[in-house]
């Protein structure tokens, strides 16, 4: 087999495709140009289909905290596949909020959408996997290293980190591989407005030694290794970052400077 058909055969969930080329659906078109057939999943029916189209693979409407929908998720692709050899969650919510002025209310959504959600869709990816395969969790770099006023972020992609782990060690004897990839600041739709003001992304450059910052590209390559039947890897945290957590993400201070010096240097 060609590595362009690493994934022929297998069925592939993405849950969190439902954004105009955020790193779900890139995920998922590699996922389909390495021979899998893909089930796109998220909130937006009309993105979903469009996209589906685009990558000739089924699109399914799921919202991560309502666990009959996961349920419906994973039942219409067995229906309809006869299987499911990978899952992969990446949604996720980008609260940046100081500790003592993150609400209740958004503590309580945090949690539901990084993790009572990605904890029911593992539970609906092991039962699906009868014959094996590989699910995979979209994290962060900040689960391992610091970044201020993202606190409740950090804590829940930690904490889904360790059931990633506890999924590894419990199910590894039928066949089922949990791993997580866990991206630093990525160029993503999702990041847009903060690239487009001077100095943000150049703060961050320091702490990577690849020199560069980090693509949905790179995190796509990544996944299509994890879920490919040689990877030889389950209960591990794959820091595809560039080498971000070797050094830090600037403080606030940091970024703060940077601006201010980009836009010195725009007015002279």
């Known amino acids: 087999m060609s590595a362009d058909a690493v994934l022929k055969g297998k069925v592939a969930i993405v849950l969190g ?7 779900g659906q890139v995920i998922a078109r ?3 140009e390495a021979g899998a057939n893909v089930v796109v999943a998220g909130r937006h029916a009309d993105e979903l289909e469009r996209f589906a189209a685009s990558i000739e693979g089924s699109s399914a409407v799921c919202d991560i905290t309502n666990s009959q929908q996961l349920a419906e998720l994973f039942g219409t692709t067995i229906e309809r596949y006869g299987k499911v050899d990978i899952a992969i969650n990446a949604t996720g919510w980008g609260l940046l909020k100081p500790f003592l002025e993150t609400t209740e209310e958004e503590l309580e959504r945090m949690q539901d959408l990084q993790f009572k959600g990605p904890f029911m869709f593992l539970q609906q990816a092991v039962r699906s996997m009868e014959s094996g395969g590989s699910i995979i969790q979209i994290s962060s770099a900040t689960a391992s290293i610091m970044f201020e006023n993202h606190a409740a972020y950090m804590g829940t992609k930690a904490g889904i980190d360790h059931v990633v782990r506890c999924v590894a060690n419990e199910f590894g004897e039928r066949g089922i591989r949990a791993n997580s990839i866990s991206p630093g600041l990525t160029d993503t739709p999702m990041t847009a407005a903060a690239k487009e003001v001077p100095g943000v992304f150049d703060a961050f450059l320091k702490g990577y ?11 796509a390559a990544a996944a299509v290794w994890l879920a490919s039947d040689p990877c030889f890897m389950t209960g591990q945290n794959l820091q595809v970052n560039g080498g971000l957590t070797l050094r830090a993400n600037p403080m606030q201070a940091d970024i703060n400077d940077a601006v201010e010096q980009a836009a010195q240097n725009s007015r002279r």
């Open 209 to 219: 030694p690849l020199g560069r910052i980090g693509t949905s590209e790179d995190i």
């Open 17 to 23: 495709a439902a954004g105009p080329g955020n790193m």
């Open 30 to 32: 590699y996922m389909s």
